[in-house]
Antibody, heavy 123, light 110 residues
Framework: EVQLLESGGGLVEPGGSLRLSCTAS????????MSWVRQAPGKGLEWVST????????YYADSVKGRFTISSDNSKNMLFLQMNSLRAEDTAVYHC????????????????WGQGSLVTVSS | QSALTQPASVSGSPGQSITISCTGT?????????VSWYQQHPGKVPKLLIY???IRPSGVSNRFSASKSGHTASLTISGLQTEDEADYYC??????????FGGGTKLTVL
């Protein structure tokens, strides 16, 4: 059974940094693209970033480009999101998400989601 | 990278059918068949309902169907049930190699 578990969220001041982690089980981690999707309180879904199969390519929403960095450690079955220069509008629950489809080239369907980690940016 | 446009809310009675629209541009929905739909109940994670414009993942009821015409996608739920009351989101791949979601539609089953 595929399980995704996020950690690392918390309260941070504007301009600060935070690193989210996502531990995956039940999958061969390096065989699937992995993504982060966020949801601000009471708001809709927003795609944040994706790392391709093998980690060779990364993709970012314009709203986080240059501030956030996605990475993975296949040996530990872990996905990361380094968030710098945080803003109030980054406050959200951050979900780790993936398409369970080894060999699929398109990464943008998410059939497995973690429960999310809340990031609050406030002074 | 503007969000896709969905109606804020729709409603229907049990047994009826409803359709939720999702309007994009020629740089996202109009250009690709990578359109998907998600259902999200309060306090729960989203569930993938449709991918590839009109493909249902295993286990999703055939009461859910979807289509695309030009730069507008649509999700139809037939035989509405009370458990269908939830938020629904569309998403699409874009020409900027990004993904964009719709703003979400709250479905109320009266």
């Amino acid at each position: 059974e595929v399980q995704l578990l996020e950690s690392g969220g918390g309260l941070v001041e504007p301009g600060g940094s935070l690193r989210l982690s996502c531990t995956a089980s039940g999958i061969t981690f390096g065989s699937h693209a992995m993504s982060w999707v966020r949801q601000a309180p009471g708001k809709g879904l927003e795609w944040v970033s994706t790392i391709s199969v093998g980690g060779g390519s990364t993709y970012y929403a314009d709203s986080v480009k240059g501030r956030f960095t996605i990475s993975s450690d296949n040996s530990k079955n872990m996905l990361f999101l380094q968030m710098n220069s945080l803003r109030a509008e980054d406050t959200a629950v951050y979900h780790c998400a993936m398409r369970y489809c080894a060999g699929c080239t398109y990464w943008g369907y998410f059939d497995f989601w973690g429960q999310g980690s809340l990031v609050t940016v406030s002074s | 990278q503007s969000a896709l446009t969905q109606p804020a809310s729709v409603s229907g009675s049990p047994g009826q059918s409803i359709t939720i629209s999702c309007t994009g541009t020629n740089s996202d929905i109009g250009a690709y068949s990578h359109v998907s739909w998600y259902q999200q109940h309060p306090g729960k994670v989203p569930k993938l309902l449709i991918y590839g414009v009109n493909i249902r993942p295993s286990g999703v009821s055939n009461r859910f169907s979807a289509s695309k015409s030009g730069h507008t996608a649509s999700l139809t739920i037939s035989g509405l049930q009370t458990e269908d009351e939830a938020d629904y989101y569309c998403s699409s791949y874009t020409s900027s190699t990004t993904l964009v979601f719709g703003g979400g539609t709250k479905l109320t089953v009266l």
